[in-house]
C-alpha cells in the first residue's frame, strides 16, 4: 500500500492523526507525511520511496510493536517527551530533530540505525538529557547544531560526530559520550570564522573504536581510551580538570598536542607520536605506568620528518618500556644520536627498551636533565654458544659432521671449530677447513664414542660443546674353518654326516650364534 498526497504547486504532504500500519506486505510513504497523533508498526515494513520523503512527528514517536521501520527520514516536528525505549536499527532510519522542536528521552533509551541530527536557528533546546538514564545510540553519523542541554545520560556513537553552527551545541555538563565503532570516527566542529572547536564532558573510547580529531577537543572531564586516539597536527584535545587515562589496550596517536593544565596524562597503553613519524606534545605533566610504553618510530636522523619525539612541557615520570621501531629499512650507524623525548624534568627511568637491531650496533638509552637521548654504539661482544650434537655411522665409515650449524652467536660473527678434546675419544677426529668435523672409528669398532670441541667468534668469545656417535655394527659372513669329516657311502644308499659342533666347522666374526 502506498500513502501520498498530490497537489501540484505547493508540495507533496500528508496529514493525519493516528495511523496503524498491520499490512504483512508493507507501506511505501510517497511524499511527506505528518503525524499529529501516534503512528503503530505491527506487521510489514514501514518505508519511504525516496530518501527526500520523511515521517514527520509532532507529539509522539512512533510505536514498533512488530515489522521493520526503514522510512529514510524521522523528523521530530514538535515537542516530544518519550515514554518508553525506542529502537530504530534499520540503517536506513535516520532522525532528525527540527528547527524549534525539542525531544526529551526522558530516562529511556533511544537506538537509530542511520544518522542523527539536531537543527540550528533557534534558541530552543533541541536534545533534552537530565536523567541518569537517558541513552541515546546512533550508528550513523550524529551532527549537533543549535542548543541542546547534556546534563547526563550516555550518548552512544558509532559513527562521525560533527558540532555544528553553534558552539553552544554541546554543553560540557555531564552526558558521557562513549565511541564505539568499528572504522574510523571523525571528531569535527563547524563554524565558519570562528575557529573549530568541540566540548564534550565525559569521553570513552571502547577497544574497537579508532577515533580521529581533526579539530580541537575540549573535554571538562575525564577521558578513558581503550580503542585508537589521534590527535592531528595543529590540533589539540583540552583537557579540563580529571584526568587523562590511556588504558592498557588503548594507544594515543598523531602530531597534535594534549593539554593537561592540572591532571598529569596517564600511559599505560601506548603512545606513539606522529602518524609515520611525527612529535606529538603534551602540554603539562606526563606520567607513564610499568603497564605503557612509548613507541618511536625511526627512519632517519631528523626529528620529526625522519624519527618521533615526545615534547612534555611539564614533569615526565617514566616506567614501562619505551619501543624503538625501526622503519622504511633504515639501519643506523654507531654513533647516530635520537633525541626520542624532551621534558621540564623527570624522574624514573623505563624499564626495558625494545628494538631491533643488526646484532652488530645496539642503541643505548641515556638520560639527560630535559630529555632522553638514544644513542647508536658498537654492540657488546657476547660469547657464542655451542650446543651438543648427536651422529651415525656404520662400523669402518667416516662421516662428517657440520657442528657449527646448531651453534649460536647474537652478535652474528662468523664462528670457527678451534680445538677438539679428544680424552677418552675411541676413533679419530679431524677438522676440515670450513669448520666441519670428520670423526673416523677405529677399525671393526661398533658402539658409543663422543668427543668435545671448542667454537671460536674471532673477539675473544669462545664455548664448547661435545658430539655423541653412534657406529652401527656391520654384519659379516660366517667362514669355514674346517672341513666337514668324510664318510663313505654305497651306491643307492644313504648315511647320516655327523659331526659335534657348528663351530667346530664354522666361524662368525661377529660372534653371532650359528644355527
Known amino acids: 500500500q502506498t500513502v501520498a498526497f498530490e497537489k501540484p504547486g505547493t508540495g507533496n504532504r500528508s496529514f ?105 536557528f533557534s534558541a530552543e533546546k533541541h536534545l533534552i538529557m537530565n536523567n541518569a538514564s537517558d541513552r541515546l545510540i546512533v550508528s550513523g553519523n550524529a551532527t549537533f547544531e543549535g542548543l541542546n542541554v547534556l546534563q547526563a545520560g550516555t550518548i552512544v556513537l558509532r559513527g562521525n560526530l560533527t558540532q555544528a553552527i553553534s558552539a553552544a551545541a554541546i554543553q560540557p555538563e555531564g552526558t558521557t559520550f562513549v565511541f564505539d565503532g568499528t572504522n574510523v570516527q571523525v571528531v569535527s566542529f563547524e563554524r565558519p570564522g570562528t575557529g573549530n572547536r568541540s566540548y564534550l564532558h565525559e569521553v570513552t573510547i571502547n577497544s574497537t573504536a579508532s577515533v580521529r580529531a581533526i579539530t580541537d577537543v575540549f573535554v571538562t572531564g575525564q577521558i578513558n581510551n581503550y580503542g585508537r586516539f589521534e590527535v592531528i597536527d595543529t590540533r589539540s584535545l583540552f583537557l579540563g580538570d580529571a584526568a587523562g587515562i ?74 614501562g618500556d619505551l619501543e624503538l621501531e625501526l622503519m622504511n629499512g633504515f639501519t643506523p650507524s654507531v654513533g647516530d644520536s635520537f633525541r626520542v623525548m624532551e621534558f621540564g624534568a623527570a624522574t624514573g627511568q623505563f624499564r626495558q627498551v625494545i628494538s631491533k637491531l643488526p646484532k652488530n650496533v645496539e642503541f643505548q638509552v641515556r638520560y639527560k636533565a630535559t630529555g632522553v ?127 659335534n659342533k657348528l663351530s667346530a666347522v664354522f666361524s662368525d666374526p661377529d660372534g653371532d650364534a650359528l644355527t
Do not use: C, W
Not at 598536542?257 to 613519524?277: D, H, K, Q, Y
Open 373 to 499: 637521548d638514544v644513542v647508536t654504539v658498537a654492540a657488546t661482544n657476547r660469547a657464542p654458544l655451542a650446543q651438543n650434537d648427536s651422529a651415525a655411522t656404520r662400523m669402518n665409515h667416516p662421516v662428517t659432521i657440520v657442528v657449527l650449524q646448531n651453534d649460536l652467536d647474537d652478535n652474528e660473527d662468523a664462528l670457527q671449530v678451534t680445538a677438539l678434546d679428544l680424552t677418552n675419544t675411541i676413533g679419530k677426529v679431524e677438522i676440515a677447513g670450513d669448520s666441519s668435523v670428520t670423526y673416523i672409528p677405529q677399525e671393526n669398532f661398533y658402539g658409543e664414542d663422543a668427543f668435545g670441541y671448542t667454537v671460536d667468534d674471532g673477539r675473544g668469545g669462545i664455548s664448547s660443546a661435545r658430539v655423541y656417535v653412534t657406529i652401527a655394527r656391520l654384519n659379516r659372513q660366517p667362514v669355514v674353518v674346517t672341513s666337514i669329516p668324510e664318510v663313505a657311502v654305497n651306491e643307492n644308499s644313504s648315511a647320516n654326516v655327523l659331526f
Open 16 to 120: 493525519v492523526k493516528d495511523m496503524t500500519l498491520r499490512n504483512p506486505a508493507g507501506v511505501s510513504f510517497a511524499s511527506d507525511i505528518f503525524i499529529t497523533g501516534q503512528l503503530k508498526l505491527q506487521a510489514g515494513t514501514a518505508l519511504s520511496q525516496a530518501a527526500g520523503f520523511a515521517a514527520n512527528f509532532t507529539s509522539a514517536l512512533p510505536k514498533i510493536e512488530n515489522g521493520t521501520y526503514a522510512v529514510h527520514n524521522t523528523n521530530i516536528a514538535g515537542t516530544l517527551v518519550m515514554n518508553e525505549d525506542l529502537a530504530l536499527p534499520n540503517p536506513a532510519a535516520s532522525l532528525t530533530i527540527l528547527p524549534k522542536q525539542s525531544l526529551t528521552l526522558n530516562g529511556h533509551t533511544l537506538e537509530i540505525g542511520g544518522h542523527f541530527k539536531t537543527s540550528a
Open 246 to 319: 590511556n588504558h592498557q589496550g588503548g594507544m594515543l596517536v598523531g602530531n597534535g598536542t594534549v593539554n593537561t593544565p592540572t591532571m598529569s596524562f596517564t600511559n599505560e597503553g601506548i603512545v606513539r607520536p606522529g602518524a609515520l613519524f611525527g612529535i606529538m606534545r603534551i602540554a603539562g605533566p606526563y606520567r607513564q605506568l610499568p603497564a605503557g610504553k612509548l613507541t618511536i618510530t625511526i627512519g632517519g636522523l631528523q626529528a620529526g620528518t625522519q624519527y618521533s619525539r615526545l615534547v612534555v612541557s611539564g614533569d615526565a615520570t617514566l616506567d
